[in-house]
């Protein structure tokens, strides 16, 4: 083998099987740098944390010289891009924003080479660069020249055969060289294209851009020396609130944490922090990748060769078409600035993280100072007796935090600067205030879960005495030195009450009765022998509740809020919330105290003129004095026939029971003298038989004659009524 001299040390390197692998060719292989220029990162100092999946960061600090420069994640790219602000309150400006291209793992692929996408370790490499200029180094010497392949050939090694591999490699003096592979210590590729596609390649394999940091390069006009404020917004963990009730005299204590968590990619050192409660809306745009328009491709179509015989076997050829991705707008670069700090950050129009990249403007004035943070309050001790608990809370005194309403949001301004380190969990003090709050029982009704529903939770009813809203999650109870339980709290408005339920309670239970009923109301229409009339229906649920404790009780049962539902007889202290109505009552020691819970409703009743209720609505109706008098007059008439016809059933009724009572009674003579005639004597007795059989006779022809005049009068009276009903037509109550 011929040896050559290697080249610059500069070319790339990669350890690969077991030497090195070099990738590039002295100056022509380097890969193109930026060129250097003033530069200076301003540190943050200010930080809002949302509930919507975003933090607001604002950066403030003089630079001296033409750029400002920031070291921001690839993930923080399109967040950045689209909400990037750039004040400048000295006489300078910002002119514009830059940072590398970015383009997809695949399409940076299928730009590669085939055999650069296809090298996958030493023996590939040798195999798909063939061809390529590369120069070998081996332990007895190198060689230097083009690669013409790799084979392979077994070899005995004492009692086994072994596969041994080969490179051949053509010289630049034309012989062909043959390098066993397990001899290269070192290959360096002396094809500037595949050097940088091996790097581009192995950078798309190690998905080198989702964890490398990416310089964000802002360059600045005019006066070199820049007091530069610079705010935006990029993706973080929302922050999460946790609490803490301590039960003691004179009034509880309720503290509010956050968990704050840090993967900025830097430390927050002294900033100022702001945690808002809320989620305003929020998304994500992809401003950075390069967005490809597809183009009609108008190449000729088909091949251009030669004749040749013709193949049995043969085929069109069909060829791959890329497809791109549509062209996305380009954003609009404007936007009013606020000087206020709290407009940059949980303000209006932060939220709702839509606005465009503005470069330039002037700061009007600076930020107004803080007031100075009071000392922080000692911890309570919970490990000490009740008694020095409750004097421990007394010391606790002083807001840690000032509390803003911005719009439906509302924000907590950590009054003490705030240090969180990278890739860390900081718990923040939010809330430190007493409340009113009382232990009680809370019955859920409707809960499916089944015995649950008879047996309630022990609970802290509290109301959020403090000035600032709460946002949901857990909570813990104590009691003087001891714990309780653990709940969870939804979101809490100021002087809103909410329950904490902790714990069930066997020894109070509920049983419940349930009866409804209607009562007639207001009549609204009549038409067609049909009255639309208003009835008041009511449901009533009375819930007895019987408690076995030693003490006394304060029982809450919570029912669904109904619409269009009125609680007829709602109790003093009772607990209103938008779904629901949670009602209270006291349960001495060892007795029982009944609850009950009255729901009334108006509703519209169709009603036949001609039933004893329609009599009713009528009756109600006259006597409210306001029936206009042609109507008064045709419904009197009514309810007149009305009762003729309904006397005239009850006669009829009767005089049909006297027919059939005497018709019974002459079967009944009639069989005795059909049994004497059978029989000789008892002429006497069979001629009193007969004559009395005569005058029965006589009676039920009477009778029938009744029932027939009865039957008449009664079907000219439905005659009647039946003109007079279709004569009423109201078509609204007076």
Known sequence: MRGSPFRSSSCLAALIAFGSLSLGCGKQGAVPQLPDS?????????????????????????????????????????????????????????????????KSGDRVLTELPEQVRNANGLLQILSVFRGARVELETRSGGVAGRIVGVESMEQRVGDHVATIWRATVRTDEGEIAVVAVDDISKVLILDRTLAVGLEQSLDVSLNEGEWKPTTLAIRLAGNPEHRLRASYIVEMPRWKPAYRIVMANPKPLLQGWAVVDNVSGEQWKDVHLSLVAGAPLSFIYDLHSSQYTQRVDMSPQGRQVAMAPPVEEGGTAEYAKSEAAPAAPEPEASMDYDDESAAMGAGAGM?????????????????????????????????????????????????????????????????????????????????????????????????????????PYRAI???????????????????????????????????????????????????????????????????????????LVEERTTYTIKNLNKEAVTAYVKGERR??????????????????????????????????????????????????????????????????????????????????????????????????????????????????????????????????????????????????????????LERRLTVLIKNVRLSKAE
Request: proline share 7%; hydrophobic share 35%.
């Open 38 to 102: 003033p530069a200076a990162e301003i540190p943050i100092k200010r930080v809002v944390l949302y509930q919507n999946g975003v933090g607001y960061f604002e950066r403030e600090g003089l630079v001296d010289g033409n750029q400002l420069t920031l070291q921001i994640r690839p993930s923080q790219i399109n967040d950045i891009l689209k909400s990037l602000t750039v004040v400048d309150a000295a006489d300078g400006r910002a002119v514009s924003v830059s940072l590398p291209l970015e």
């Open 351 to 455: 939220g709702s993280a839509s606005r465009d990249m503005m470069v330039g403007g002037a700061l009007k004035k600076a930020s107004a100072p803080r007031r100075p943070a009071p000392a922080p309050a000692p911890p309570v001790a919970l490990e000490a007796p009740a008694a020095q608990v409750d004097q421990l809370l007394e010391s606790q005194s002083g807001p840690s935090v000032n509390g803003a309403q911005v719009g439906s949001l509302f924000r907590y301004d950590i009054a003490d600067p705030v240090t969180v380190p990278d890739r860390s969990s900081t718990l923040v003090a939010i809330v430190n205030k007493r409340v009113s709050a009382d232990e009680v029982v809370l019955f859920r009704p409707d809960y499916e879960g089944g015995p649950l529903g008879q047996t």
């Open 461 to 535: 009813k509290f109301t959020n005495d403090t000035p600032y809203t709460l946002e949901k999650g857990p909570v813990t109870l104590y009691t003087g030195s001891t714990f309780l339980g653990e709940g969870f709290l939804d979101r809490v408005e100021p002087g809103a009450t909410h329950f904490v339920s902790y714990a069930l309670d066997g020894k109070v239970s509920l049983n419940s009765d349930y009866s409804t009923k209607e009562e007639g109301g207001r009549l609204l229409s009549i038409v067609d022998g049909q009255i639309l009339s208003e009835v």
């Open 563 to 716: 619409s269009d539902w009125k609680l007829s007889n709602q109790p003093q202290g009772t607990v209103e919330t938008p779904n629901a109505l949670i009602v209270p009552v006291s349960v001495p020691a060892g007795k029982s105290a009944d609850l009950p819970i009255i729901w009334t409703k108006t509703m519209e009743r169709n009603i036949e003129i001609g039933t004893d209720i329609g009599t009713t609505v009528l009756k109600l109706y006259l006597q409210g004095g306001h029936v206009p008098p042609e109507i008064a007059k045709t419904l009197k008439e009514v309810l007149d026939t009305k009762s003729l016809l309904q006397q005239n059933q009850t006669d009829s009724a009767r005089v049909r029971g006297q027919y059939d009572d005497s018709s019974r009674d002459q079967a009944r003579v009639r069989d005795n003298l059909d049994t004497l005639r059978k029989t000789k004597g008892n002429q006497a007795l069979q001629a009193q038989l007969a004559q009395k059989l005569a005058k029965q006779e006589e009676e039920l022809g009477k009778l029938s004659g009744k029932l027939v005049e009865l039957s008449e009068a009664g079907a000219a």
